[in-house]
């Protein structure tokens, strides 16, 4: 089969991925092996790339959104998943079932955690490979290239919302509005929340005028209204003051990405009393990716993909990393 695999990290302008044929993996006792479909690029496949996250396996393949079909089960896998079945892996792929954490539903801090296309070989290939008890079942009504996206920039966002706290009928703020604002964006307005978004680049604005946001403007601009909640979901540490001064009294910023820049000195009285808080948001639970696919299956979401041909990964990185397209790239073996 033919795949990707990170080399050497480094900056995408340079060639920290190389692309070439090998043997289709086998699945282990209780894997499916997935012909991909449909692979979407999140921006979390950059920081692997790039040496942003450190190195957890030597030339990953990179790749968390699959959407496939299953070609092969593993022994003792049988019973959930059979051949031909459409079935989604997503960025969670392992946790320990024992740990505090585990034990009180909160499996996204299992320090034995695993991930797709960090810790194992992800969906930049033809074929990959997934427990079985981490597979998801997919939402009938959207296409292949559609559904990658919810896999990933759907899920963390789904779980940034939560984390935010945004009361019923409140006041929403967004920073930053590429493949997971704009998914988080529709959930919010499903949820009769107001949506203000503050991101840079025209199509970015575009997307989210669109899609219903109530006011956009520039990532430093003020709302126009004080917001309850704001998610920051561009990776810009520098951000973090702003929103802090933008929230109401006792607002909550989540910080919906794996990685992000330093973050400026906080001035207490300007940013933080009058009990504004800010939350970081990592990973997800599988219950997080179930309720937000019936969600998705609930409420029809528009999603914005810019398909490339797998053997682009490269490219789709680059453009990612310049902010060349709103919404999503998927990657078409
Ligand atoms: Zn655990
Ligand atoms: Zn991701």
New binding site residues.
């Given amino acids: 089969m033919a795949a990707w695999r990170v080399v050497a990290p480094g900056p995408v302008s340079g060639s920290p991925l190389a692309w070439g044929r090998e043997a289709i993996p086998e699945p282990a006792p209780g894997e499916l092996l997935v012909k991909v479909l449909a692979c979407?690029v999140?921006?979390?496949?950059l920081h692997v790339s790039e040496g942003d996250l450190p190195v957890h396996r030597p030339r990953v393949t990179p790749g968390?959104?699959v959407v496939g079909e299953v070609a092969a089960v593993g022994d003792s896998a049988a019973g959930s998943f059979a051949v031909g079945d459409r079935v989604g892996i997503a960025?969670l792929r392992h946790t320990c079932g024992r740990c505090a954490a585990c034990l009180r539903g909160a499996e996204n801090l299992c320090r034995q955690s695993r991930y797709t296309?960090w810790d194992a070989d992800g969906g930049y290939a033809e074929f990959a490979t997934v427990p079985a008890d981490y597979a998801l079942r997919l939402p009938d009504g959207y296409t292949d290239n559609e559904l990658a996206p919810l896999?990933?920039?759907g899920i963390?966002g789904y779980r940034a919302l939560e984390r935010a706290a945004v009361p019923d009928g409140g006041v929403l703020g967004i920073y930053g509005f590429g493949g997971?604002a704009h998914l988080t964006a529709q959930v919010a307005l499903t949820r009769g929340i107001r949506v203000h978004v503050m991101t840079r680049g025209k199509q970015a604005r575009e997307l989210a005028e669109h899609l219903g946001a109530a006011s956009v403007q520039g990532v430093r601009d003020a709302p126009p209204e004080p917001l309850d909640s704001a998610i920051l979901f561009a990776p810009v540490g520098d951000l973090v003051p702003v929103a802090m001064e933008a929230l109401a009294d006792g607002g909550t910023l989540a910080v919906a990405g794996?990685h992000l820049t330093d973050i400026p000195p906080l001035d207490y009285q300007r940013h933080l009393f009058r009990e504004r808080q800010i939350c970081s948001v990592t990973a997800n639970t599988r219950s997080d990716s179930v309720e937000f696919l019936r969600i998705a299956a609930e409420h029809r979401l528009s999603i914005d993909v810019h398909p490339y041909p797998l053997d682009r990964a490269d490219r789709a990185l680059r453009d990612l990393a310049g902010g060349k397209f709103s919404g999503a790239a998927v990657l078409e073996p």
């Fill in positions: 979407g999140c921006r979390t496949d968390h959104e960025w296309g896999l990933c920039a963390i997971s794996i």
